[in-house]
């Protein structure tokens, strides 16, 4: 398949914004619709146009696969900590008289590790299919 210079350029222009409004949806999840899932999607869609066009951003999907389980475990570990503090699995770990400001760090850590596992998933499914289908 012949390679597009205009692709190639606007793919270029348009990767980091994509990128900044990724994380953006992830970071603001808990106050507006979006969150860990919605941001990781759009994360990967940046990451795999650039694919698609062949600019060499993604050189090694096995670093994903490691950084996608890494982050599953990672979410678990966190969801475990709420058994400690609070006795039971995936709520806050964050003591109930603490203010809601504290309290959010719980929603942004989860939302941050969703959106890894989230994106670092998709990338790794549809570039296998990719590869599988060339």
Do not use: W
């Not at 979006?34 to 050189?59: D, K, N």
Request: aromatic share 12%; with cysteine.
């Amino acid at each position: 398949m012949k390679k597009s210079e205009i692709l190639t350029c606007i793919c270029r222009i348009l990767f980091p914004f994509i990128l900044i409004y990724g994380f953006y949806v992830i970071i603001n999840g808990h106050l507006s619709p979006g969150g860990g899932f919605q941001g990781g999607a759009i994360l990967a869609t940046a990451i795999l146009i650039t694919y698609i066009v062949e600019v060499p951003i993604l050189e090694d999907i096995v670093i994903l696969v490691k950084i996608e389980k890494y982050s599953f475990f990672i979410i678990i570990l966190v969801a475990m900590t709420s058994i400690f503090t609070r006795g039971s699995f995936f709520t806050n770990f964050v003591p109930e008289h603490m203010s809601m400001g504290v309290k959010t760090i719980f929603l942004l850590i989860l939302n941050f590790l969703i959106g890894i596992k989230v994106s670092t998933g998709l990338i790794t499914i549809l570039t296998t299919f990719m590869e599988e289908g060339e």
